[in-house]
């Protein structure tokens, strides 16, 4: 609890026990009304100030004006009978009671998002002549080599120059799993390095790095609101003026209509205004957002705001880029077909005669051989533009390459029957096999199609550049209804403008993909996933949701959250609309008190704050 909820704490125990001193102290007639005014004033005379600064702002028309005029004026009951100066205290205790639990609700929302911001580094380690100075990180400049202690957060992007450790990524992807670095991988600031220490060159400065990049998104993510957030917004500025008229028009009809009664009709207008403060869908539904925002976050899933969380639930098609997104990015060898040698003697060929290569393909088959090629084994090495290589190895001439390779050179070759490149292997002129070099398809790739069409998702479609042949069987593989393959940049904007013109009117679109080559789709999409990849800067800036730890099936999971948010969102707008109008129409008859009112307003929206806290309970 912070020092403001601890004083306001305070006052309402002040408060609380003037009030009950006063209702048991044996006073009657005038000096009652002087009784009831200590514990009146210690706990309301902010909202009376408020109201009085608001009005002088031109801002009339607030819960602070509303609770002002119903206390004071259950005060002034006083001059027509006995006055309702306990009922008054009680009003603005209750109420202020609810703000101290809207305060604590909004407070623990936040501290889930906030948690985010611990990523944020206090100091960087330089070297100065043999020692370390700590630094701000903004006065650290990209080719600098920074120093991170066992412990230390990571405060900037960059490569490792010596060192090895395992880095703590919670904080970002919300995995619990070590990620292992050493000298030539990149670190991500915001990372926790957890045992060796680490020599690391800065890549960007602080105001490019993730992590400052990460609190930006998070800072600003309360800007965007849900449609049903500016529904409230609106719902309130025009709800409130229109019950002081009617409860105005109470208090002054009847008794200039039928007469006399002045005492019973004001009485009924002040209780009308006390249930009409619309602060419990005012407060409750932008705290369900908040909350649903910081439940995704502990997921490791960033919403940039609460209309996105919204969008997200009418997803009816989602459409994926396939390098980076449903796959790996990662070449690997996945299969060998020898032919007249072993597997292991044609993989070996292969990956000498690339040896010299910096090649994708090149460096797959290096690592899937997983040896350094000893001195002198390789003598001769050519690069052949378009179709491989050729390199002298042992003594023998082997040719690496394409179909179109070996068709130059005469040899027949096998059709490859796999899906994914080629790589043919031809020793002395003889054909010797193929190994086939494929992307791997992520580990929860298929489980992530399969949630989203239990979600409701009705279409799930691939686009991709790749070949055909690759696209169709990483979709089969996958379950996806349609892929769309040998597409261009350009080609995926406009196949995603066709889809979106076959959705329904309420339904959404969602792209996703890995955010450095998919910016323009993301922004056209209806909804813009990016797999963070431990921050990609285009994902982070071209997206409206972003998946810091790259699992597809966190999709599923963003969807559960958001739906579940506007569930609590719905659940509240009726159950305070439905409160309120039956107790405004009972007190308009007189069927109702004071203690009603107060339930209708401040008891109301404790419930739909307590309600709303449960967007924020996902668990991991």
Not at 57 to 70: I, K, P, R, S
Request: aromatic share 6%; charged share 20%; glycine share 10%.
């Amino acid at each position: 609890m912070s020092g403001k909820q601890k004083k306001m704490l305070l006052r309402i125990l002040i408060s609380a026990a003037l009030l009950i001193i006063a209702v048991l102290l044996p006073v009657e007639g005038p000096w009652r009304f002087a009784v009831f005014l200590p514990a009146y004033f210690t706990i309301g005379w902010d909202v009376l100030w408020r109201a009085v600064v608001n009005i002088c702002h031109g801002q009339v028309f607030d819960e602070n004006f509303l609770m002002a005029l119903a206390t004071v004026g259950a005060f002034c009951t006083g001059f027509f009978g006995s006055g309702e100066y306990p009922e008054a205290v009680f009003v603005m205790l209750f109420y202020q009671v609810g703000e101290l639990f809207q305060s604590y609700a909004v407070g623990k929302s936040r501290k889930s998002i906030a948690s985010l911001m611990d990523i944020r580094p206090d100091y960087a380690n330089i070297e100065k002549d043999g020692v370390l100075e700590q630094v701000d990180p903004e006065e650290v400049s990209a080719g600098d080599a920074i120093v991170i202690k066992p412990g230390e957060r990571i405060p900037l992007d960059g490569i490792v120059l010596e060192g090895a450790s395992a880095l703590d990524t919670a904080a970002l992807t919300g995995e619990s799993l070590p990620r292992e670095v050493a000298a030539g991988d990149s670190v991500t600031s915001g990372c926790v390095n957890m045992s060796g220490l680490l020599r690391v060159e800065v890549t960007r400065p602080f105001e490019e790095s993730t992590v400052s990049k990460i609190l930006d998104l998070v800072e600003n993510s309360s800007s965007k609101k849900a449609r049903a957030e500016n529904f409230i917004t609106r719902f309130a500025r025009y709800y409130t003026p229109i019950v002081v008229c009617a409860a105005l028009a109470l208090a002054v009809l009847p008794p200039l209509i039928l007469g006399g009664g002045w005492g019973d009709w004001i009485q009924r207008a002040l209780i009308f205004l006390v249930v009409s403060c619309p602060c419990a869908l005012v407060i409750s539904v932008p705290l369900s957002f908040f909350g649903g925002i910081g439940g995704a976050s502990k997921q490791g899933i960033l919403v940039k705001g609460g209309n996105y969380l919204e969008a997200l639930a009418q997803a009816e098609m989602m459409v994926f880029d396939k390098t980076g997104t449903l796959t790996q990015g990662v070449f690997r060898v996945a299969g060998a077909y020898p032919r007249g040698c072993g597997e292991e003697e044609l993989l070996e060929m292969a990956a000498l005669a690339e040896s010299y290569s910096d090649h994708p393909i090149s460096r797959s088959l290096k690592e899937a051989w997983g040896r350094e090629p000893e001195p002198g084994r390789v003598t001769e090495t050519e690069e052949l533009s378009g179709r491989g290589v050729r390199a002298v190895v042992d003594g023998r001439t082997v040719w690496a390459g394409n179909s179109r390779l070996m068709e130059e050179l005469g040899v027949a070759c096998d059709t490859c029957g796999q899906a994914g490149t080629a790589v043919h292997v031809a020793i002395d002129g003889a054909y010797k096999g193929h190994l086939v070099i494929a992307d791997q398809v992520k580990e929860d790739a298929a489980q992530a199609i399969r949630e989203l069409k239990e979600a409701g998702v009705q279409r799930t479609v691939m686009l991709t550049g790749d070949r055909k042949e690759v696209g169709e069987s990483v979709a089969k593989e996958l379950g996806l209804d349609e892929a769309y393959t040998q597409l261009l940049p350009a080609g995926k904007v406009e196949k995603v403008e066709e889809l979106l013109k076959q959705k329904s009117p309420k339904g959404k679109l969602a792209f996703v993909g890995d955010g450095i080559n998919d910016a323009p789709v993301l922004s056209r999409a209806d909804i813009g996933i990016a797999m963070g990849g431990l921050g990609s800067d285009a994902a982070i800036e071209a997206a409206d949701i972003v998946l810091m730890d790259d699992k597809p099936s966190k999709i599923a999971e963003a969807m559960r959250i958001s739906r579940r948010t506007l569930g609590i969102v719905r659940q509240n707008i009726v159950f305070a609309l439905a409160v309120k109008g039956l107790v405004l129409v009972l007190s308009a008859l007189g069927l109702s008190n004071m203690w009603e009112a107060v339930f209708a307003d401040v008891g109301v929206a404790v419930l739909a704050i307590l309600n709303a806290m449960r967007a924020l309970n996902v668990k991991k």
